[in-house]
């Protein structure tokens, strides 16, 4: 939809388009290019993000997961590092 043709005369007479408002050198609100330019830069801004977002689905790698640092104990089934030598809660070896 074309709203480039949309505007307020300050004047108080009537013209039926903007180029007759401007060749009379009457003074004009054109909301409607206003309005265009902000639909336009909608849509561009929409399509450049769902660009960015297929972009980085295929460069950003999901991070490796973490080698686990704790263990149970096979006694007291509480963690504990896994250089542990001994349960510190239960003193069992491990």
Same mark, same amino acid.
């Given at each position: 939809m074309? *709203? ?6 300050l004047?108080?007479t009537?013209?039926?388009?903007i180029?007759?408002?401007k060749t %009379?050198?009457k ?5 409607g290019? *206003?309005?265009?330019?902000v639909?336009? *830069?909608?849509i561009?801004a929409f399509a ?14 999901? %991070?490796?997961?973490? %080698?686990?640092?704790t263990?149970d104990?096979?006694q007291?089934?509480m963690p504990i ?10 003193t069992s %070896?491990?």
């Amino acid at each position: 939809m074309n *709203f480039s043709n949309l505007f307020i005369n300050l004047s108080g007479t009537s013209y039926p388009t903007i180029e007759a408002a401007k060749t %009379a050198g009457k003074a004009t609100l054109n909301y409607g290019l *206003f309005l265009n330019a902000v639909v336009n *830069f909608l849509i561009i801004a929409f399509a450049i993000f769902l660009l960015l977002r297929i972009v980085n689905r295929w460069l950003v790698k999901p %991070a490796p997961a973490a %080698a686990p640092t704790t263990k149970d104990c096979p006694q007291c089934a509480m963690p504990i590092p896994v250089i542990a030598k001994k349960c510190g809660h239960c003193t069992s %070896a491990v």
